[in-house]
């Protein structure tokens, strides 16, 4: 059967990358009435940062390094929720130009030396990151160089075995709705998000 996590990142209730994964959800659980469905959401719950009884355990899983039980059921039901799913969507904003500290938190508790052998334990899934960003970071902009999500995610979803099927969805120029210096683009933004919504919807049969 199969079976979606989705996992949302951004602060904002409302946000861009909100109401894309959740579009996205929709529009799968629509598709496959039958199928599981996981919703995580690290902002509004924030995961730790993993401590180092935390890392050392991730690291050197046969040994006991003193980290609570809550700690190691946490990481546990991460790891389940993860290995679960055969679609992961994932909502992430940019945040000063890279991923929210929050989903970085998440990513923690699955990045490890486990998960990155060959073949990897998570490998096969298919995975759809949505992307959103306050102004433009597309090849041949200015900014372009400055873009620490897209980059981030790919090579950190790859070391794992999450990149086999991976699709980065993103909407560019948010702000120009609500920023008036940036008005000139909202034709710009518009389009990035129709975009956006049609992508995901292919994505999601």
Same mark, same amino acid.
Request: proline share 7%; no cysteine; net charge negative.
């Given at each position: 059967?199969?079976? /979606?996590?989705?996992? %949302?990142?951004?602060? *904002?209730?409302?946000?861009?990358? #909100?109401? @894309?994964? =959740?579009?996205?959800?929709? $529009?799968?659980?629509?598709?496959?009435?039958?199928?599981?469905?996981?919703?995580?959401?690290?902002?509004?719950?924030?995961?730790?940062?993993?401590?180092?009884?935390?890392?050392?355990? /991730?690291?050197?899983? %046969?040994?006991?390094? *003193?980290?609570?039980?809550?700690? #190691?059921? @946490?990481? =546990?039901?991460?790891?389940? $929720?993860?290995?679960?799913?055969?679609?992961?969507?994932?909502?992430?904003?940019?945040?000063?130009?890279?991923?929210?500290?929050?989903?970085?938190?998440?990513?923690?508790?699955?990045?490890?030396?486990?998960?990155?052998?060959?073949?990897?334990?998570?490998?096969?899934?298919?995975?759809?990151?949505?992307?959103?960003?306050?102004?433009?970071?597309?090849?041949?902009?200015?900014?372009?160089?400055?873009?620490?999500?897209?980059?981030?995610?790919?090579?950190?979803?790859?070391?794992?075995?999450?990149?086999?099927?991976?699709?980065?969805?993103?909407?560019?120029?948010?702000?120009?709705?609500?920023?008036?210096?940036?008005?000139?683009?909202?034709?710009?933004?518009?389009?990035?998000?129709?975009?956006?919504?049609?992508?995901?919807?292919?994505?999601?049969?």
């Amino acid at each position: 059967m199969s079976h /979606l996590l989705h996992v %949302d990142s951004s602060l *904002g209730t409302e946000s861009v990358s #909100r109401r @894309l994964s =959740a579009y996205f959800a929709e $529009e799968w659980r629509k598709q496959h009435p039958d199928g599981g469905y996981v919703y995580r959401d690290v902002a509004a719950q924030p995961i730790p940062h993993i401590t180092e009884p935390v890392h050392q355990s /991730l690291i050197y899983p %046969d040994t006991d390094h *003193g980290q609570s039980a809550q700690e #190691r059921e @946490l990481t =546990a039901a991460i790891t389940r $929720e993860v290995l679960h799913a055969s679609v992961i969507v994932l909502g992430v904003p940019m945040h000063n130009f890279t991923i929210p500290s929050t989903l970085k938190a998440w990513l923690d508790r699955i990045v490890h030396p486990g998960h990155m052998a060959v073949p990897s334990p998570l490998s096969g899934k298919k995975v759809v990151a949505v992307l959103t960003r306050g102004g433009s970071y597309a090849p041949g902009t200015p900014r372009e160089a400055f873009d620490y999500q897209q980059t981030y995610l790919k090579a950190i979803l790859e070391a794992i075995g999450l990149g086999d099927d991976l699709t980065f969805v993103t909407a560019e120029l948010t702000m120009a709705t609500v920023a008036p210096q940036m008005a000139q683009f909202k034709p710009l933004a518009e389009a990035s998000l129709a975009n956006a919504h049609e992508t995901l919807e292919k994505l999601a049969q």
